[in-house]
């Protein structure tokens, strides 16, 4: 079956340092990759999402790669803010038939300190 | 655009007692989905709904757990009698596509503690 496996947290920088969450996965198919955020008290929101392998989903500074010869999908960001704090949940869907659920890893708790 | 509504926010009951969680998706989303997050680990899928039909109910403990989507609009989800184990965060998602592979937006769910 499906699983995803991230990095464990919690993950502690200083503002404006490079920040690197690992992702890898196990898929049949071709899945669809994502990143979710998850902010105090908020419901999870969609960071980034990439479908086919090279393809590189960015957004507000954060990007990650689907490299599938090394079923992964790390999470970077170059300058980290106090406002990234937050959870981030690494996560795939499969691709065709009927059932799209978001197979998700386990959250990586980032905190950003000023 | 309103997002996914969910209430209560908060919910505290002792074990063996009923309680029922409500989702409003967001307007024209034909997917509907209810996630279980226990503290520490990522949301897992418990139904999914297409319309008022379910696509997808493998992981719901049936012996406790119901849903339903009347309409194919508002859900509930239901547990009866609660365990102790089913403290966790249950997540509403809705999904624009008949056909998947769209963007799943969430809802800020409903925090349930059992005593």
């Known amino acids: 079956g499906n699983s995803v496996t991230q990095m464990e947290g919690p993950v502690t920088l200083s503002e404006e340092a490079f920040l690197t969450i690992n992702c890898t996965y196990t898929?049949?198919?071709?899945?669809?990759l994502f990143w979710y955020v998850q902010y105090p008290g908020e419901g999870l929101q969609l960071l980034l999402k990439?479908?086919?392998?090279?393809d590189k989903g960015s957004n507000k500074g954060f990007e990650a790669t689907y490299r599938k010869e090394t079923t992964s999908f790390h999470l970077e960001k170059g300058s980290v803010q106090v406002s990234d704090s937050a959870v981030y949940f690494c996560?795939?869907?499969?691709?065709?038939?009927?059932?799209?659920?978001?197979?998700f890893g386990k959250g990586t708790l980032l905190t950003v300190n000023p | 655009e309103a997002g996914v509504a969910q209430s209560p926010r908060y919910k505290i009951i002792e074990k063996r007692q009923s309680v029922a969680f409500w989702c409003n998706p967001i307007?024209?989303?034909?997917?509907l989905y209810w996630y279980q997050q226990i503290l520490g680990q990522g949301p897992k899928l418990l139904i999914q709904?297409?319309?008022?039909?379910?696509?997808?109910d493998s992981q719901l403990p049936k012996d406790r757990f119901s849903a339903e989507r009347l309409k194919g609009v508002d859900s509930t989800l239901k547990i009866q009698p609660a365990k102790l184990e089913d403290s966790a965060v249950y997540l509403c998602?809705?999904?624009?596509?008949?056909?998947?592979?769209?963007?799943?937006?969430f809802g800020p769910g409903t925090r349930l503690l059992v005593l």
């Open positions: 996560a795939l869907r499969n691709s065709g038939g009927s059932n799209y659920k978001l197979t």
């Open positions: 898929a049949t198919g071709y899945p669809s």
């Open positions: 990439a479908t086919k392998a090279d």
């Open positions: 307007s024209g989303h034909a997917t």
């Open positions: 709904f297409q319309n008022n039909g379910v696509v997808d």
């Open positions: 998602a809705s999904e624009l596509s008949r056909t998947g592979g769209e963007t799943q937006y």
